[in-house]
């Protein structure tokens, strides 16, 4: 019996620890003071989901307000050369459930943040995540990342 709890508490803490690790890879930290640009990002293609038609805009004003940064229509666009870093971001899923529809909220995402200049990438995140129909949302999802994102970078 003894045993069986301790089997059970080590299964908790693993669970806990994998659930804090960070989707965030840091390879060179953002200098302070860039003037960061969010560069709208791609949709995502229909996959698991069929509402990828306009996930690229949420998830682009999503970042953007969270970072209060502005938007740039591309990465090659006359107005990125305002900018030191630019966030590139691809939506890789994205489903806003109907309630009691008995499908997840859920909604993924690939960013990357490059030096403008040289197009060295500095930083990259991945995140996935689901949320239940009735209390959660793909736009909440997105936020979350957004924030984990700038926790990391520590702006």
Do not use: W
């Not at 908790?12 to 640009?37: D, H, I, W, Y």
């Not at 690229?56 to 209060?68: D, L, M, N, R, W």
């Not at 040289?118 to 997105?142: C, E, Q």
Request: proline residues 3%.
């Amino acid at each position: 019996m003894k045993r069986g709890i301790a089997y059970l508490l080590v299964l908790v803490v693993l669970f806990v620890v994998s659930g804090c690790m960070s989707n965030v890879t840091v390879l060179q930290p953002v200098e302070k003071g860039a003037r960061l640009g969010i560069v709208q990002f791609d949709e995502c293609l229909a996959g698991n989901y069929n509402n990828c038609t306009g996930s690229g805009k949420v998830a682009t004003q999503i970042f953007s307000e969270v970072f209060g940064a502005p938007i740039v229509e591309k990465e090659s666009s006359s107005n990125a050369a305002d900018f030191d870093v630019l966030l590139i971001g691809r939506v890789l899923e994205y489903n806003e459930a109907v309630p009691m529809a008995f499908r997840p909220n859920a909604a993924a995402v690939d960013v990357v943040i490059k030096r403008r200049i040289d197009g060295k990438t500095l930083i990259t995140f991945h995140d996935s995540d689901t949320a239940n129909n009735l209390t959660g949302s793909p736009k909440r999802i997105l936020k979350g990342f957004a924030e984990d994102l700038k926790d990391a970078m520590g702006k």
